[in-house]
């Protein structure tokens, strides 16, 4: 990379930070979108603290989410997960990936329009099966039909994660180059808001 590259990015970084001032920044979207590995870079890449709303549901529980769901069915797993990230929206410079359910919920959905710049990571169906197929720890993926049962969610979901202040296609690219493609989404969204 060059030294020019490595200026532009600083740049957009740095743009971007004065625009939040501190705002915390929040990913939504379905199931295998990136939330937890992009969210990772972009927080890396902005100098913020990374957090992951199902890593402190896990953490708080001392239980996985597999067995929170097992044990405690989906009701509690959305009400502690309603609390865990109306604690975490009091933080300043963060990026905040949330799980897949949250943003739809429409209390946890109403604190984080109210508290932080959120942004839909987007992508299709084929994408976001292959991705989570390499892995079954989503409780809600084990039905008879896994790859209906994502279709059915994003049929129900997308028109309410369309609510995010912004949206981001989440390409089969480096997950780096999909943080960067954050980056520039957000600094545009502000540019429009200011116009
Ligand atoms: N842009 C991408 N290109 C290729 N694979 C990706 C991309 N983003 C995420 N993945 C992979 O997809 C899987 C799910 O990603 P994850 O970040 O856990 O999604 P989410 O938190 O939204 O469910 C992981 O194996 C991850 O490495
Ligand atoms: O979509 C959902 O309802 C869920 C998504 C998961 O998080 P990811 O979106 O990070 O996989 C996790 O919170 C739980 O399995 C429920
Ligand atoms: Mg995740």
Redesign the pocket.
Known sequence: MSRTDGGGRQGRARALASRLNGRPLV?V???????????RRLAARLGRQFI?S?EEIERAAQMSIPEIFEQRGEGEFRAGEMRVIARLLKEKDIVL?T??GAFVNADTRALVKAGAVSVW?KADLDVLFE??S??SN?PLLKTADPRGTLEKLIEDRYPIYAEADLTVV??????D??AGDVIVALLDHFKKEQA
């Open positions: 990913l979207g379905m199931m295998g979108a990136g939330k937890t590995t992009v969210g992951d199902d990936a799980g897949g990571l991705r989570v390499r892995r989503r989440s390409r089969d690219v480096p997950q180059n999909v």
